[in-house]
């Protein structure tokens, strides 16, 4: 065997073992997460609330608060999303309006997500004077999640084929009318799946939600449904701590004796609800496509 | 009479079209919501960054260069002590030690999955790295909090908490990152490379070294600039870890700030339009004009190295 080859098996054994080192830091952050966290997960510790001093607190309120800002974010932020993303891939000419639509939409999305929080904070929590609450927290998950969102939808819409395009125009639509009941029908598993693969991000995100929907999770009356009162489970001008929120404060300055357990219970109910939303992403679009392209 | 009305008609915009003009603006709209927002952040954290230096009048030079920062009180030599420089210089700090960390190994397994094992590549590599990917930063920092610490104070003493545990921390959060946008970028070189290599007698590792990274090379630093991006603007993972004390880092094991930490950890102490406050608001600006810089310089490696089909 000559130089080079020696050379070249060497080579790739080499890498060969950094992609076995990477799979092991890789496997043991998921293990790590699962296997320290999901003992510490039960019933009780999902529905009932936090305690601050002494042990036994679980996650309810602000699992419910994670999930109530989340549809809220994705309510809010989908019509938008579904509106830029149909200008920009049906609409938009190739011109410099358009080159600058696209840096800007670049830019957002490549914001430390601080900033974002910090803009919320400013133009939400202080100038309109909503102070910490749900729907602070919602408008800046908005934003946060606007970009990506966008991008996503857009990929999907521009998947789609010409054809149907074409066929909608010959057919006599507007151009409007073709993309309202022909091209986002078509691009509907993308967008979904998109739609999906966004609540995971923004299910996780904490930096944004701190000085947005605030630190706290007073406590719930779940028995009143009715969004005019404080203690009301869908009020929106209350502070509600998120699940991501809770593992970093209570981190940060937690003082309760099982701490460790209820961050990493916290921790594995998170990467929990990202890998369902992840899997669901595929497994819904695969679904609607098959039952979309089976009707024709 | 039957002519005019037929001409008024005629000349009316059809249902349809009214429509078609309807759905045009409503969708131009949303997009110009968002071209709002974006300029509303800027222009937003810009005037609150800059009124530290116009309306506090601390000059450029004592915020950029100061090494002691506590906002509100003065320095032994009189001025007021804002030198945002430890914080500068930890953000740096983690952020390019991550990137040296993490692009050896984030390469190497971008080219085992593409170039060497494909199949266990997309097989077990591609969803795991999707799955790491979607991790929330704060389930990263916990791990750190109770792993890697831990390892840092048992291995190097100290407290454990410092620039070392933060790089750990990052190393790991942006590693996903760049193999995937590595591997994408691998993926678009074309076949024929590999083949027209391989049919001149060259080896594998040849092939690998010579020709594909070389062709890869400004999508892989696309790659490491997004991480990089990724790890400088993170805020919570390296607040957790890093030990939040405003001090220029002498050593990676002491405690130490970033820019992202002390935002964080102070924001809610301080009364809006006091010094203290408007000292982080311009350390937001800071963390804001970087996050333009990394844009930039993704834009300038994307048109330099396009790759021409």
Not at chain 1, 211 to 228: E, H, I, K, R, V
Not at chain 2, 4 to 19: E, F, G, V, W
């Amino acid at each position: 065997m000559n130089r080079t080859q020696k050379q070249s098996q060497i080579a790739i054994l080499l890498l060969r073992l950094i992609a076995a080192l990477v799979v092991l830091i890789l496997a043991f952050l998921i293990g790590y997460i699962f296997i320290t966290g999901l003992p510490n997960v039960s019933w009780k510790f999902l529905t009932s609330p936090a305690k601050a001093f002494t042990a036994g607190g679980g996650i309810g309120v602000q699992l419910f608060n994670s999930i109530y800002l989340l549809i809220l974010a994705m309510i809010i932020s989908l019509p938008i999303a579904l509106g830029a993303s149909i200008y920009l891939s049906e609409y938009a000419k190739d011109n410099w309006f358009t080159s600058m639509i696209r840096t800007a939409i670049e830019i957002l999305s490549s914001l430390p997500s601080v900033v974002v929080g910090l803009f919320g904070f400013l133009l939400f929590v202080v100038q309109f004077n909503y102070g910490f609450s749900i729907i602070s927290g919602a408008l800046t998950l908005t934003i946060f999640n606007l970009p990506l969102l966008t991008r996503n939808i857009e990929e999907s819409l521009a998947s789609v084929s010409d054809d149907q395009r074409q066929g909608g125009l010959g057919l006599g639509l507007s151009k409007y009318e073709t993309i309202v009941h022909i091209v986002v029908p078509a691009a509907l598993p993308g967008i979904i799946s998109g739609v999906i693969l966004c609540s995971g991000r923004v299910f996780g995100e904490a930096a944004a939600l701190i000085y947005t929907a605030g630190q706290s999770a007073p406590a719930l009356n779940f028995g009143d449904w009715n969004p005019f009162n404080i203690d009301s489970p869908l009020s929106p001008l209350r502070p509600a701590e998120t699940l991501a929120v809770h593992i970093w404060k209570i981190n940060s300055e937690g003082i309760m004796p099982d701490l460790t357990q209820v961050s990493s219970g916290s921790a594995a109910v998170l990467v929990l609800a990202i890998l369902i939303f992840n899997l669901s992403a595929r497994y819904i679009g695969r679904k609607i496509f098959e039952k979309m392209t089976s009707m024709n | 009479m039957q002519d005019q009305k037929l001409a008024k008609q005629l000349m009316k915009k059809s249902k349809t079209a009214r429509y078609e003009r309807f759905g045009h603006l409503l969708s131009l709209s949303a997009l110009l919501l968002i071209m709002a927002i974006v300029l509303g952040i800027i222009i937003f954290i810009a005037t609150k960054g800059l009124s530290t230096f116009f309306r506090d009048n601390i000059s450029f030079k004592d915020f950029f260069t100061g090494v002691i920062w506590n906002p509100g009180t003065k320095t032994p030599s009189g001025q007021q002590a804002v030198g945002a420089l430890p914080m500068i210089v930890g953000s740096f700090l983690v952020t390019i030690l991550a990137a040296i960390v993490s692009t050896p190994f984030a390469i190497g397994t971008a080219v085992y999955m593409t170039e060497i094992s494909p199949k266990r590549g997309a097989k077990i590599l591609q969803p795991v790295t999707e799955l790491l990917v979607g991790i929330p930063s704060v389930v990263y920092g916990f791990i750190g909090l109770s792993v890697v610490v831990p390892f840092v104070r048992n291995t190097f003493g100290g407290s454990g908490f410092g620039i070392l545990s933060g790089t750990f921390v990052l190393f790991v959060m942006i590693l996903p990152t760049i193999v995937s946008m590595t591997v994408d970028s691998l993926k678009a070189v074309p076949k024929y490379y590999r083949q027209a290599s391989l049919a001149l007698g060259a080896t594998k590792w040849q092939t690998i070294w010579k020709v594909v990274l070389r062709a890869a090379t400004p999508g892989i630093l696309t790659a490491i600039v997004f991480g990089m991006a990724r790890a400088f603007g993170e805020a919570l993972a390296v607040q957790m870890v890093i030990g939040n004390a405003a001090l220029m880092p002498h050593n990676l094991v002491s405690p130490a700030s970033t820019l992202t930490s002390v935002l964080t950890a102070g924001m809610g102490n301080t009364v809006m339009g006091s010094l203290q406050n408007d000292a982080l608001w311009s350390l937001a600006l800071v963390l804001l004009i970087m996050s333009l810089l990394f844009n930039l310089m993704v834009h300038f490696i994307g048109r330099r190295g396009a790759f021409k089909k």
